[in-house]
């Protein structure tokens, strides 16, 4: 096999200082290498069993292929995909990437059997659950994997409730594909209540191998970061904030040893952002009418990416967060993180269609699906906002790191924000408050 690194796959100006390879701060231009926005003939691949995906979004709405009850047999296998017009594997589970949706009901003891149809150990972790530690699924710690053909079965009573999710444990597998919704529906009648439930499961592929993916992360941290600062951002700055303040923004980020659009660790340069399985040019699309209460569960199953979800023109009203409910507010925008889950009831107000808009924190791409009232209507896509720097006080020191970002008029809910909210509470007020 060729050697992945080639010139024309990551030009040399990657590494260079020079300023006039790199786009310019504050201004929206993109990487010059556009990220992939796949490819739109999901028919044709479905028919040619090319898209499993396809399946699943479509028919998520019918009811199916969710899986539900207290006996659930998953196989885990290789299956053709095709997100960006050129063939892959995915790691899949009964053929489909994402996974089924599992929807259990709290209060129920189930059992899940899963085949390692793979020729490497496999497992599966549910994220988020209350269960026996040998229940877990991460291999070495709570058990020791599932060998290659053998059946392992979790057992565990369902004692929580709310939307969630599982991914392999094992190596790589969980950006190759392995990842599903878990939807735990509440043992009495569900507080939140709505007339149509969908999930949105964002995540990241890419056609590279994860491992060749993370050789060079280790070889450097911001190898896919397209948008290093540059001389020009520094003049900039000299003219912005003076001389010494410029130098000084400088070293503060060198002596962290770490860059200010470092957002993502790894960007649109290789990843495909897909919904439900599909990449931004198919458009997943949840069919709704006009004033009916529409739940959509927005899962991150990406391996590394963070996104800031919206659907222009329409609010959204956050009624969950990591499956836990919470006092509804009503947001523009939310930002999501690797693994979080929010729950949001939104409502067409007419017969248009509007865009999901998930793009990633470092503007790199995005995914995109459409809430419509007939399938096929499209509604325009937004420009991707203009990438920001990091600073300290985002950067996660301190009680306000993530509030939101500065210049925006929007209202949003920064991912983490959720967190500390409680249905009730004193923290309420003070955790929402970038929310009005
Ligand atoms: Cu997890």
Same mark, same amino acid.
């Not at 993109?30 to 990220?35: K, Q, Y």
């Not at 130098?247 to 649109?268: C, E, F, H, Q, Y």
């Not at 969950?320 to 939104?346: C, K, L």
């Not at 996660?396 to 970002?405: D, E, I, K, L, M």
């Given at each position: ?263 993502? &660790?790894? /960007? %649109?340069?290789?990843?495909?952002? $897909? !919904?439900?399985?599909?990449?931004? #040019? +198919? ?78 924190? &470092?503007? /790199? %791409?995005?995914?995109?699906?459409? $809430? !419509?009232?007939?399938?096929?209507? #499209? +509604? ?57």
């Amino acid at each position: 096999m060729k050697d992945p690194l080639e010139p024309d796959d990551f030009p040399a100006s990657r590494f260079a200082t020079n300023a006039s390879h790199l786009p310019t701060h504050g201004n929206v231009s993109l990487p010059r290498r556009r990220f992939v926005q796949g490819v739109a003939t999901g028919g044709l691949l479905a028919a040619a069993g090319l898209w499993p995906a396809l399946a699943w979004g479509q028919e998520q709405a019918g009811g199916m292929p969710v899986l539900r009850g207290t006996d659930i047999r998953l196989k885990i296998g290789l299956t053709p995909v095709n997100f960006t017009g050129a063939a892959r594997q995915a790691t899949a589970v009964n053929g489909l990437v994402p996974a089924p949706i599992l929807r259990l009901k709290e209060g129920e003891t189930v059992a899940i059997h899963v085949t390692n149809q793979l020729a490497q150990p496999s497992s599966i972790h549910w994220h988020g659950i209350l269960l026996p530690f040998d229940m877990d699924g991460v291999p070495g710690l709570a058990f020791p994997g599932i060998a290659p053909g053998e059946t392992f079965t979790y057992r565990f009573k369902v004692q929580q409730s709310g939307t969630y999710w599982y991914h392999s444990h094992s190596r790589f597998q969980e950006q190759t594909g392995l990842i599903g919704p878990l939807i735990l529906d509440p043992a009495g009648t569900d507080p939140i209540q709505a007339d149509r439930d969908y999930v949105v499961m964002l995540s990241d592929w890419s056609d590279r191998e994860p491992e060749w993916i993370f050789r060079r992360l280790k070889q450097s941290s911001d190898f896919f970061n397209y948008q290093m600062p540059t001389v020009g951002d520094l003049v900039q700055d000299i003219r912005t904030m003076g001389w010494a303040q410029a130098i000084d923004k400088r070293k503060m980020w060198d002596a962290m040893r770490m860059n200010p659009t470092d957002l993502g &660790d790894v /960007s %649109g340069a290789t990843y495909t952002y $897909l !919904a439900n399985g599909m990449p931004p #040019a +198919a458009n997943w699309t949840a069919i709704a009418h006009p004033g009916e209460k529409v739940r959509l569960r927005v899962i991150n199953g990406s391996a590394t990416t963070i996104f800031d979800v919206r659907i222009p023109g329409l609010k959204m009203t956050v009624v969950s967060a990591d499956g836990q409910d919470v006092e509804p507010v009503t947001v523009d925008e939310f930002r999501i993180s690797v693994a979080e889950t929010y729950d949001v009831i939104v409502q067409l107000p007419d017969e248009r269609a509007y865009t999901i808009f998930a793009q990633s924190i &470092d503007r /790199s %791409g995005y995914a995109r699906a459409t $809430l !419509a009232p007939r399938a096929g209507m #499209a +509604a325009p896509v937004p420009r991707m906002d203009p990438k920001t720097w990091l600073s300290h006080g985002r950067y996660g020191h301190g009680r306000h790191a993530r509030h939101g970002r500065h210049g925006r008029s929007r209202h949003v809910l920064p991912a983490r924000q959720a967190r500390g909210v409680a249905t009730r509470g004193a923290r309420t007020r003070h955790v929402w408050h970038a929310a009005r």
